[in-house]
């Protein structure tokens, strides 16, 4: 466990990347404060939807949730929703929990939004600490604001021992929730993004434009329920039938994309992969990605920017609208 500060942090991924053995940051945590663990590294995938009120979608949410608990498999794990929480022990605890238990009101409700999350606890962790074993979603209604998203974290050597079988699981996910928009890349573990850290950690963003900023409820309460529009890009963009529809130039791009570039597509949408493996970059070195700025620039027509605040949390003596700004336009 490696405690030491942001200057060093920084100094030891830049290291990791350019040594191209980021994938060992795994089991390495960073910074501490009140003896909890404040941040990790792993991959985070989010996905984009409208449920309007569909009992399918919630069923697909619960059978998603099951799949994802059986591929990683934690030793200790909570399943919970806004009214409660139990410790699980099997991916058949989830459908319980959910379908028979203390959501089941919500699970049977088309005018209901749900949501619910399930967390593993890693070995010599806490229990609210960053975790690579993460499933979050909110299920939206048709009488809710907001439109749905999904979210999951994972290992990074799991990823790279395992790439066509991590994309697999991203196209499948896409496919099966009809996401309008998702992305997965590295990113930085956080126990909530509504905490401090990601605030103290926004001069890693700054350096190593290849992260992942995965605050999906921050872009949910921008874009309401648009499902016409994208946040950024990253190693893993996909891009839903309205988006396509909208954006000939788009599915023109995925008929021919560009080196480095490769297209995959599932019933309602394409994914762009930018590379063979997830990157972060180092602006230091003006190491950016090549392929992640060639899906930029095919994605950019429907980026939205229309942001009435900041989407990032940064220290105070920043201007949380133009870093916002910089962080969208990163690979422009």
Known sequence: MIMISLAEVIAYIADLNRTDTFYELDDKYFFHSHNLINCSFGATSEFYFVATGRRQLKDTTVNLAEEYY????????????????TKINSSKDISSFIRHGRLRWRFEQPDEPMS??????????????????????????????????????????????????????????????????????????????????PELC??????????????????RLETQKREDVIRDVNWLTAVGSIILEKHPSIVKAAERPPAGVIVHRYDTGVIFQAGA??????????DVPPAYKAVNRILRPARFEEYRGPYLRVPDIVDGNAATREWITRFD
């Open 116 to 197: 619910f999350y399930v967390r593993g606890v890693e070995p010599g962790l806490k229990r609210f600490e960053p975790s690579h074993i993460d499933f979050s979603c909110l299920i939206d209604a048709a009488n809710f604001a907001l439109g749905g998203s999904l979210y999951y974290n994972f290992y990074l050597n799991k990823l790279n021992e395992n790439v066509d079988d991590y994309i697999k699981l991203f196209k499948n996910t896409c496919e099966k929730l009809r996401s309008s928009y998702a992305v997965s890349g590295i990113s930085l573990l956080y126990g909530t993004y509504s905490s401090i850290q």
């Open 277 to 286: 493996r997830p990157m972060i970059g180092d602006a230091n070195f003006d």
């Open 202 to 219: 926004y001069p890693i963003y700054k350096i190593f434009p290849g992260l992942v900023y995965a605050d999906v409820n921050g872009f």
């Open 70 to 85: 059986n591929i990683l498999n934690p030793v200790e794990a909570y399943i919970a929703s806004d009214t409660s929480n």
